[in-house]
T-cell receptor, first 115, second 114 residues
Framework: GAGVSQSPSNKVTEKGKDVELRCDPI?????LYWYRQSLGQGLEFLIY????????KSGLPSDRFSAERTGGSVSTLTIQRTQQEDSAVYLC?????????????FGPGTRLTVT | TQLLEQSPQFLSIQEGENLTVYCNSS?????LQWYRQEPGEGPVLLVT?????EVKKLKRLTFQFGDARKDSSLHITAAQPGDTGLYLC??????????????FGQGTILTVHP
């Protein structure tokens, strides 16, 4: 299938370590989004890419969080000096930039556990 | 800041019952989407509504967008255990600097018991 893929699916790290989460969007989707989801809760917006640029970084919780997207495709979300409150599922989604609905297609997520 | 209030937060019902989930906002949205998420997976898009007053049906699910495009509802008829999951509404506003960004409700966890 040609859906959104994310890696790793699970990541356990020690407090203070850096982690990188990867998202591979659907081919041809120019918009890419990162969200964070706590157990059984709604989605917290983190950052949005249009191509390689990020017009909206308003959801990044602190300067320990950063993201980049290269070649208009793969994106990496980096969390530096992880804290226990960073534990959550990190979801990536992509969409076409057309119409008015911006329907988003999600990957399976990366479950991050900070011990 | 646009907010979407989703209710109820939890819903536990018996197979065969009907239910309605509500999504309300004081803001106008260009479109509104409903997603369903199962444990360990990402949300899956169920429907998009774009016109005020629009009603869409997907088998036993009926989605409605309010006339003023500020609210929406999801009604499930004769719920089945397979309907169990987290239901999320998400609104999109085509204007401003948040172009492309969805605002999500906090979700409704539905459990349908056999």
């Amino acid at each position: 299938g040609a859906g959104v893929s994310q890696s790793p699916s699970n990541k356990v790290t020690e407090k203070g370590k850096d982690v990188e989460l990867r998202c591979d969007p659907i081919s041809g989707h120019t918009a890419l989004y990162w969200y964070r989801q706590s157990l059984g809760q709604g989605l917290e917006f983190l950052i949005y890419f249009q191509g390689n640029s990020a017009p909206d970084k308003s959801g990044l919780p602190s300067d320990r969080f950063s993201a980049e997207r290269t070649g208009g495709s793969v994106s990496t979300l980096t969390i530096q000096r992880t804290q226990q409150e960073d534990s959550a599922v990190y979801l990536c989604a992509s969409s076409l930039v057309s119409g008015i609905s911006y329907e988003q297609y999600f990957g399976p997520g990366t479950r991050l556990t900070v011990t | 800041t646009q907010l979407l209030e989703q209710s109820p937060q939890f819903l536990s019902i018996q197979e065969g019952e009907n239910l309605t989930v509500y999504c309300n906002s004081s803001s106008v949205f260009s479109s509104l989407q409903w997603y369903r998420q199962e444990p360990g997976e990402g949300p899956v898009l169920l429907v998009t509504v774009v016109t005020g007053g629009e009603v869409k049906k997907l088998k036993r699910l009926t989605f409605q967008f309010g006339d003023a495009r500020k609210d929406s509802s999801l009604h499930i008829t004769a719920a089945q255990p397979g309907d169990t999951g987290l239901y999320l509404c998400a609104g999109h506003n085509a204007g401003g600097t948040s172009y492309g960004k969805l605002t999500f409700g906090q979700g409704t966890i539905l459990t349908v018991h056999p």
